[in-house]
């Protein structure tokens, strides 16, 4: 087979219809082979051709006639020197960074080591082929037809985090070749409920192919939630129908145009901070066999080890032009080519400390802003790291949102009881603006009570404490997470638990869907998801971390209850305005004492009062949204009583001449009625939302 020289336009491999160029980066290698493969599982290694062009450190080549389809890898050249950071060992096959799809799985076996295990400071003579996935060529040409973006506005948004496999794999209405699928999640019964619910943007765990870390290979569990990239350009092939080696990009597609014709974004949960290939110690299938220095982090004077600020036992080196150029190109590759809305960043404080440091201005950050695709679609940073100062809320660049974790401690500490809490939660309520100050506006704060990374809702209000024991490590993994002791540990049959826990469920989903800022649910827990106490279940791809979809009755109702709340902050633009409030426009708020009185200064320091009020007058917020959409509005008012009794809350003196429309209760749900008189009475833990001119 002939290797022609080619040029070096675009890294990766790139079918024109005449051949295919292959191009690779390397700063540090003495030779690159390019390995073709055949084969029903592509076992057989046909061709072994050293890539003879080389332009600056990209390494390139061309074969003319090749076809889609063809299955390939890397073997790369260089020195073995593991103490000055170089680990080139030409026995590993490597995945290319830059391939479109991959086909089979990472099986773990001693011969992905680029070391001996037994002597590490030796490289390992074993050839890993067998066990590692092989990159695909691909077609690039796909008919997108209409697909139009919703181009959502920020205040408009309401986002749903979910697992593709997990939403879908026990669903009794779709068939059994769509369930835990790309298919199943865009089918026109899961469409229905995200947009029953209010659902304007679904946020995908991982999709990228992922693999396995060796600590969970060798208790034969798997990282189901997919923070474990191996493909940043590649959708990963379980969460795809066809056997067709690229079978998973045109899956991915058809579920984005199923999506968006039916108003709904998607956003991709995406990992440019580490790789499964973890630590020195750890398998060498891709970044390190090919530039160990050049991709990873290692330490300063001593290249031998990493800069570990993820807890994986390295870091992406997005300090690297060629590392930050890989970034952008996967960035692209997914916003312009699968039509991708939107990016939340896995520890985005890692991508930037390009210096150690982090830095708001890094020049990741600054090409994003820059770029003409990517700085029009969503970002969403998680704005911490484990490293050093790596905890950043309030922290990034104007442009993008973050998971404001603050609000999601504030919300769960106030519903559960404690003190000193309310004005914390005026913030909260208020979109945060000692957070994002300025031009950021409220719509820079991710609002979430829950998310994947900790319990469910439903376990929140049911544990006292996690039970992980189903990952092997006798429950020392998973966050520190707040729950509330109700006093039964777990399931309970009885009604005043049951009734309880409903109440804390529809407290913390009704203060999210009124609070100011971009609402997130985690996918399940408006149908009561449990994962019975796991608050860790990364590792957990059965029916611990899947959907059971078969409701008992206080699920319906809380569900009912959830499409309610969202329905009525859709409805009403003082609930989610995108800016923050002037100063001449502070009297559009006001905050009041159960009596009635406003509040003082003193007042908010008061530790034992859990009772407040909020009025928000429909002035305060545009007749315009801030993509110039007319928005309808009216004056609201929030009741929050976070007391262990009934208390009357008296309307302020300015409030009381109106005629009151309760939109809200969550002690008592039920259709909206009118309210008389100048007192409202709240049930013990309860919220009630009052609007002027609602309809009844």
Known sequence: MQILPGISQALGAH?????????????????????????????????????????????????????????????????????????????????????????????FDEALFGHDPADPGRPSPKDSAPFVPRCVVVDP???????????????????????????????????????GSFAGLSSP???????????????????????????????????????????????????????????AIGEFRQMVRAL?????????????????????????????????????????????????????????????PRVRQMIVDSLRYWAEEMHVDGFRFDLATALARENGAFDPSARLFEIIQQDPVLSKVKLIAEPWDLGADGYRLGGFPLGWSEWNDRYRDVT??????????????????????????????????????CSHDGFTLEDLVSYSRKHNEANGERGRDGPHDESHNWGVEGPSHSRRVIKMRDRTRRNLVATLALSGGVPMWLGGDEIGRTQRGNNNAYCQDNEISWFDWALDPDDEDFLHFAR???????????????????????????????????????????????????????????????RGLPQERRTAMLFLNGEP???????????????WTEVINTACPHAPREVRGDHVRLAPHSLVALELGAPT
């Not at 220095?293 to 807890?311: F, I």
Request: aromatic share 10%; glycine share 10%.
């Open 645 to 659: 009794r009934t208390r009357s809350f008296k309307l302020p003196q300015a409030a009381i001449p109106q005629h």
């Open 141 to 179: 040409d796909y008919d997108w037809g209409k697909d139009t973006r919703p181009d959502t506005p920020w205040s408009r948004t309401v986002l749903y985090e979910c697992h593709v496999k997990g939403t879908t794999a026990r669903h009794p209405d779709l068939p059994e070749r769509e369930r």
């Open 412 to 449: 769960r500490r106030f519903w559960r009881g404690d003190e000193g809490q309310r004005g914390a939660l005026a913030s909260c309520l208020m979109g945060s603006s000692d957070l994002f100050p300025g031009d950021r506006g409220s719509i820079a704060s991710i609002n979430y009570v």
């Open 189 to 247: 019964r899961m469409i229905e409920h995200l947009v029953e619910l209010g659902v304007t943007a679904v946020e995908l765990l991982p999709v990228h192919h992922a693999g396995v870390e060796e600590h969970l290979a060798r208790r034969d569990l798997t990282n189901y939630w997919g923070y474990a990239t191996i493909g940043f350009f590649a959708p990963d092939t379980r969460f795809a129908r066809s056997a067709s080696p690229a079978g």
């Open 564 to 626: 309610h709340c969202f329905a009525v902050r859709a409805a009403n633009a003082v609930y989610r305005r995108h800016r923050h409030l002037a100063p001449e426009e502070s009297r559009c708020v006001r905050w009041s004492r159960p009596d009635g009185a406003p509040m003082h200064p003193a007042d908010w320091s008061e530790p034992e009062d859990r009772g407040l009020a909020l009025l928000l007058d429909a002035s305060s917020v545009d007749p315009f949204d801030e």
């Open 260 to 320: 968006h014709e039916a108003g709904i974004e998607v956003i991709l949960d995406v990992v440019y901070n580490h790789t499964p290939e973890g630590g020195p110690d750890g398998p060498t299938f891709s970044l390190r066999g090919i530039d160990n220095p050049s991709y990873y982090r290692t330490r300063d004077g001593d290249p031998g080890y990493y800069d570990d600020v993820t807890g994986t036992g390295h870091t992406l080196n997005a300090g690297h």
């Open 15 to 107: 079918w024109d219809g005449e051949g295919v160029d292959f191009a690779l980066f390397s700063a540090n290698a003495t030779s690159v082979e390019l390995c073709l493969f055949e084969g029903p599982e592509g076992e057989q290694e046909t061709h072994r051709l050293e890539l003879p062009g080389r332009t600056g450190d990209v390494w390139h080549g061309r074969i003319p006639g090749l076809q889609p389809g063809q299955l390939y890898g890397y073997r790369v050249d260089g020195r073995w020197a593991p103490g000055e950071g170089h680990r080139f060992n030409n026995h590993k096959l490597l995945i290319d960074p830059y391939a479109r799809a991959l086909h089979g799985p990472m099986v």
